[in-house]
C-alpha cells in the first residue's frame, strides 16, 4: 500500500493546518488509520487514530482538543486538523494504516504498518 501524506508547512504558533493522507489500498475502509509524528531526536509518537468505520477516534494526550482526526473512505483518504499549534508540535508527521483488516487498534501503536513518507509541520514561535 502506498501512503501519501500532505499538507504540511511553516506555521506560526496558534496557527492551524490540515494534512491528508492519501491510501492506494484498494479497501481502504477496513483498516484503521493512524497518524504519528517525529520530532528531531525523539521516537516516533502515535498522535491520533481513527476506527476503520471512523466512529472512534484517539488523540494523544498532548494534542487533546487541538486535533481532530477524520476519514473519508470514498477518497481512501484521511485527515488531521491540528489547531492551536505549538513549538513542541514541531516534526515529520507520517500516516499509517493498520495491519489487520476489521480490527479496532487504532488507539495502539503496534496496530499499523506501513508508514508513508511524511510531511514537515514546523512551528515557528
Known amino acids: 500500500v502506498q501512503l501519501q501524506a500532505s499538507g504540511g508547512g511553516l506555521v506560526q504558533a496558534g496557527g492551524s493546518l490540515r494534512l491528508s493522507c492519501e491510501a492506494s489500498e484498494s479497501t481502504f475502509s477496513r483498516y484503521v488509520m493512524g497518524w504519528f509524528r517525529q520530532a528531531p531526536g525523539k521516537e516516533r509518537e502515535l498522535v491520533a487514530g481513527?476506527?476503520?468505520?471512523?466512529?472512534?477516534?484517539y488523540v494523544v494526550d498532548s494534542a487533546k482538543g487541538r486535533f481532530t482526526i477524520s476519514r473519508d473512505n470514498a477518497k481512501n483518504t484521511v485527515y488531521l486538523q491540528m489547531t492551536s499549534l505549538k513549538r513542541e508540535d514541531t516534526a515529520v508527521y507520517y500516516c499509517a494504516i493498520g495491519r489487520l483488516q476489521f480490527y479496532d487498534g487504532y488507539d495502539h501503536p503496534s496496530a499499523f504498518r506501513s508508514w508513508g513518507r511524511g510531511t514537515l509541520v514546523t512551528v515557528s514561535s
Open positions: 481513527i476506527s476503520w468505520t471512523g466512529g472512534r477516534t
